[in-house]
């Protein structure tokens, strides 16, 4: 039975993106397939397609809607969040992009202008800009958010992994002052476990050094499937 549904949503999708799918996207001006439509599928289709969530997604999006977040998200309105986002850290070094196939957005805060070396206290000049994120997802409350430490490979692993913890830590903490509710947020530490580019020559290595936050939106159809413990 569970497949014979799935094979349905999937169908129903095929048959929605031949008709009446299209928008433009905010970002590029192109005409895209629209998250509107997909996101009206359930989560069958759509939440199939999310990467991994700390957690899990079932409990946290039961606790975010609790803590005052709702469904009812609309899929246009995740290329407007990211529209936005860009706009609001325009020249500040961060970088903003779809993730997980589309169905999430990765913000990269740039580690030389976010944090000190060794330090995990969020430097003045970066908390105007990370004000503007945090208002951005007060905006746009129908979302996880997942905040992420990375390091180097500079000095000693223990040292690193704890560092990539604080500085997450840091940054959940932040966005919890601003006014975005703590029960949407969590945080994980990788050290340098996780490389965004692999090397040793201390050139690229400011690339491994970073703070991602990743907004992982959900819909209606995602909470009543959360409410039930599906």
Not at 50 to 75: M, S
Not at 137 to 162: E, H, M, W
Not at 174 to 186: D, E, N
Not at 189 to 215: C, H, M, S, W, Y
Request: aromatic letters at 6%; a neutral charge; glycine letters at 14%.
């Amino acid at each position: 039975m569970k497949k014979s549904r799935i094979f349905l949503a999937g169908f129903s999708a095929v048959a929605l993106m031949g008709t009446s799918a299209c928008v433009t996207d905010p970002n590029t001006g192109e005409q895209k397939v629209s998250r509107t439509v997909l996101g009206g599928l359930g989560g069958a289709v759509a939440g199939g397609l999310l990467g991994g969530v700390i957690g899990g997604k079932t409990g946290r999006i039961v606790g975010a809607v609790a803590g005052g977040a709702a469904g009812g998200y609309v899929g246009y309105r995740m290329d407007q969040q990211i529209k936005e986002l860009k706009e609001q850290t325009a020249g500040s070094g961060v970088d903003v992009t779809e993730t997980d196939g589309g169905e999430a957005i990765l913000v990269n805060l740039p580690n030389g202008v976010t944090f000190a070396t060794g330090s995990s206290n969020i430097n003045e000049t970066f908390r105007r800009t990370l004000d503007n994120v945090a208002a951005n997802l007060v905006q746009y409350p129908n979302s996880l958010i997942d905040v992420y430490g990375y390091t180097d490979t500079v000095g000693a692993s223990d040292f690193n992994q704890r560092l990539s913890e604080q500085r997450a830590q840091a940054v959940a903490n932040y966005l919890t002052s601003r006014g975005v509710s703590s029960s949407r947020i969590r945080w994980m530490g990788f050290g340098e476990t996780r490389l965004a580019v692999q090397t040793g020559d201390n050139v690229n290595e400011p690339l491994n050094r970073r703070v991602e936050i990743k907004i992982i939106p959900f819909d209606q159809q995602d909470v009543e499937a959360a409410q039930q413990g599906n």
